[in-house]
């Protein structure tokens, strides 16, 4: 069975920008987290999406959006990009997010300019 | 409000030595489960073992073994007789029920430690 799939691996943007991040499950999990992971904060939940309803979102700005497709594949965007958003991206996907092991991909690396 | 903390930032050993890693936690709830995850230089994260709150057996998979007491809120891995492949940072998360009795697909993470095997 594939593993959970991000793309790009790697993103530069300038600030100002913006950025979507994909995220694919794996084939049959309906759950898909979005994690941000830095130096200084650690590995943080931003938000998290069952069968293409967002079900809980962390303490992130607005600018953190998402959005999951009836096929479960998952997207991120982050609008008006600042240079503390320059972190590693990662997606995770379970079989019904709630207290199930969660698979991760291995991530986007957004450096932002 | 839920909390993991690992208290070790980095460990160094030599290989053959036997490391345990430590993590507390905080949380609210009668249900929940706790996880450790590794994270090798690659940077994906891997799940290593899954324990709900109900369940306080201390389970071993080959060379890795997890203490879980709730009398003390940790949840402790040991790696037996490490090897320079087990070099990598290592997570202990946190589930919790959200509102609505799930936890709806967060994962807390604690800092981590970042274990170096040396050969």
């Known amino acids: 069975k594939a593993g959970v799939t991000q793309t790009p691996r790697y993103l530069i943007k300038t600030r100002g920008q913006q950025v979507t991040l994909s995220c694919s499950p794996i084939s049959g999990h309906r759950s898909v987290s979005w994690y941000q992971q830095t130096p200084g904060q650690g590995l943080q939940f931003l938000f998290e999406y069952f069968s293409e309803t967002q079900r809980n979102k962390g303490n992130f700005p607005g600018r953190f959006s998402g959005r999951q497709f009836s096929n479960s594949r998952s997207e991120m965007n982050v609008s008006t990009l600042e240079l503390g958003d320059s972190a590693l991206y990662l997606c995770?996907?379970?079989?019904?997010?709630?207290?199930?092991?969660?698979?991760f991909g291995p991530g986007t690396r957004l450096t932002v300019l | 409000a839920q909390k993991v903390t690992q208290a070790q930032t980095e460990i160094s050993v030599v290989e053959k030595e036997d490391v345990t890693l430590d993590c507390v936690y905080e949380t609210r709830d009668t249900t929940y489960y706790l996880f450790w995850y590794k994270q090798p230089p690659s940077g994906e994260l891997v799940f290593l073992i899954r324990?709900?709150?109900?369940?306080?057996q201390n389970e071993i998979s080959g060379r890795y073994s997890w203490n879980f007491q709730k009398s003390t809120s940790s949840f402790n891995f040991t790696i037996t007789a490490s090897q320079v492949v087990d070099s990598a940072v290592y997570f202990c998360?946190?589930?919790?029920?959200?509102?609505?009795?799930?936890?709806?697909?967060?994962?807390?993470f604690g800092q981590g430690t970042i274990l170096t095997v040396h050969p």
């Open positions: 998360a946190l589930s919790e029920a959200e509102v609505g009795g799930t936890s709806y697909g967060k994962l807390t």
């Open positions: 995770a996907s379970s079989f019904r997010g709630d207290y199930n092991e969660q698979f």
């Open positions: 324990r709900n709150s109900f369940d306080e």
